[in-house]
């Protein structure tokens, strides 16, 4: 059996040094998020999308409802229509002010209807907090 010489080779060329990790955190602004539901009578979800999509939430999901109250609470409260579209988003948390002023403005124009946002305490890898902010570029 031949013996070959081994090269000791302990350097690498110094012309591409690793890049240094930085957070995410660190290069990129993060925002809370909060889980943002509405309720509107049937066939007005279309345009609570909408008003979404103006403040940035990339995330919205539409299901029927049925009301469960009687029709005599409803006659009283004026509600007139027991089916109801219910929609569930994903909000960053600085949007909510001016997001339930918006929809607010639809209510009273529009619609009937009840919103609401619950915090969203956290989130597990960054991949879904982008997906969830609607802050993902093509290739992350």
């Known amino acids: 059996?031949?013996?070959?010489?081994?090269?000791n080779i302990t350097t690498l060329p110094?012309?591409?040094?690793?890049?240094k990790f930085k957070p995410y955190d660190k290069t990129n602004s993060v925002s809370r998020l909060k889980f943002f539901i509405t309720i509107v009578n049937q066939n007005h979800a279309r345009e609570?999308?909408?008003i979404l999509k103006a403040h940035e939430s990339g995330l919205g999901?539409?299901?029927?409802?049925r009301g469960t109250g009687t029709r005599e609470i409803y006659d009283l409260l004026g509600l007139s229509d027991l089916r109801k579209d219910i929609v569930f988003s994903i909000v960053k948390a600085d949007k909510?002010?001016?997001l339930k002023k918006d929809?607010?403005?639809?209510?009273?124009?529009?619609?009937?209807?009840i919103a609401f946002s619950i915090e969203i305490s956290s989130v597990i890898g960054l991949s879904i907090y982008k997906y969830l902010s609607n802050t993902r570029t093509i290739g992350d």
Do not use: D, H
Request: aromatic letters at 6%; proline letters at 6%; glycine letters at 6%.
């Open 96 to 98: 909510i002010e001016a």
């Open 14 to 19: 110094a012309s591409n040094p690793p890049a």
């Open 61 to 65: 999901i539409i299901t029927r409802g």
């Open 103 to 113: 929809i607010a403005v639809f209510f009273k124009k529009e619609s009937k209807g």
């Open 1 to 7: 059996m031949s013996k070959r010489k081994i090269e």
């Open 48 to 50: 609570v999308l909408r």
